[in-house]
Nanobody
């Protein structure tokens, strides 16, 4: 079993930055890929970015490309999302997720394990 715990959310003004972290524990050797999703009030969960755990291949949603950077630390079993140039529409609960498959997926049903989420609020 894999346990995921996000941290680093908060309140920031538009144009500011935040750094989210996701600490993984348990059977982390089963990581094939990890991802960030987000969910705004009244909306479904939206893909943000993903990275393969071994090869480090990355993929971003168009809405965050050029502003967000996903990275990982294999030794610390930590996933990070650096968010720059934040916009009010980035306001959401951000979740990290993992899958044992060594591939990038943009749909939530491909991920087996989820964290509890961390709130990001961007004020205008």
């Amino acid at each position: 079993q894999v346990q995921l715990a996000e941290s680093g959310g908060g309140l920031v003004q538009a144009g500011g930055s935040l750094r989210l972290s996701c600490a993984a524990s348990g059977r982390t050797l089963s990581h094939g890929a990890m991802a960030w999703f987000r969910q705004s009030p009244g909306k479904g969960r939206e893909f943000v970015s993903a990275i393969t755990w071994l090869g480090g291949r990355v993929y971003y949603a168009d809405s965050v490309k050029g502003r967000f950077t996903i990275s990982k630390d294999n030794f610390k079993n930590t996933l990070t999302l650096q968010m720059n140039s934040l916009k009010p529409e980035d306001t959401a609960i951000y979740y990290c997720a993992s899958t044992p498959a060594r591939a990038i997926f943009t749909t939530e049903n491909k991920y087996d394990h989820w964290g509890q989420g961390t709130q990001v609020t961007v004020s205008s």
